[in-house]
């Protein structure tokens, strides 16, 4: 199975932050990844996939980049509504797997 | 829009069954795979099983093959979940989800299941 470590599983930042998560996967996946926002009480909603396609409706704040074994989500200017939790998941093999998630918290 | 609704969660007793349900509208159901995803309470995401779009295929996580079985009636618009013998670890939220290349594009609300005695 391909391991997917994120970090930092915590940030703290400020409105108008640059906010960047980090992916890391086991083995390398190309460019079969996804991130996803998760709000508390809510499911999750893809916000990038295949590393840096941007989904239908997410703002251009959010970018994606790597591929292989590196990945980035890149928050340019955080906003109120951007403080949730993030993951990332490969989507090269099954099983699927998901990191373990990032929360961004206010400053 | 993509709709998808999720029923069939409760509390079950260790050992028991459950069968999940998810009702979709507002595509095409029988042209997309489908998949479960759990997330137990405070936890992280947990991938479960996948079907193809037209039932020929079927991937499972480790910790439920052999217990769950993923399901779907295209007829119907229906995608479901059969959870056998039931653990406390079992316990969750479980959603479905619309794939696209293995990626989740669209989510239900999810159903909580809680195996307790």
């Known amino acids: 199975d391909i391991q997917m470590t994120q970090s930092p599983s915590s940030v703290s930042a400020s409105v108008g932050d640059r906010v960047t998560i980090t992916c890391r996967a086991s083995q390398g996946i190309s460019s079969s990844l996804a991130w996803y926002q998760q709000k508390p009480g809510k499911a999750p909603k893809v916000l990038i996939y295949a590393a840096s396609s941007l989904q239908s409706g997410v703002p251009s704040r959010f970018s994606g980049s790597g591929s292989g074994t590196d990945f980035t989500l890149t928050i340019s200017s955080l906003q109120p509504e951007d403080f949730a939790t993030y993951y990332c998941?490969?989507?090269?093999?099954?099983?699927?797997?998901f990191g373990g998630g990032t929360k961004v918290e206010i400053k | 829009q993509v709709q998808l609704v999720e029923s069939g969660g409760g509390v079950v007793q260790p050992g028991r069954s459950l069968r999940l349900s998810c009702a979709a509208s507002g595509f095409t159901f029988s042209s997309y795979g489908m998949h479960w995803v759990r997330q137990a309470p405070g936890k992280g995401l947990e991938w479960v099983a996948v079907?193809?779009?037209?039932?020929?295929?079927?991937y499972y996580a480790d910790s439920v093959k052999g217990r769950f079985t993923i399901s779907r009636d295209n007829s119907k618009n229906t995608l479901s979940l059969q959870m056998n013998s039931l653990r406390a670890e079992d316990t969750a939220i479980y959603y479905c989800a619309r794939d696209w290349k293995q990626q989740l594009e669209d989510w239900g609300q999810g159903t909580l299941v809680t195996v307790s005695s």
């Open positions: 079907i193809w779009y037209d039932g020929s295929n079927k």
């Open positions: 998941q490969q989507a090269n093999s099954f099983p699927l797997t």
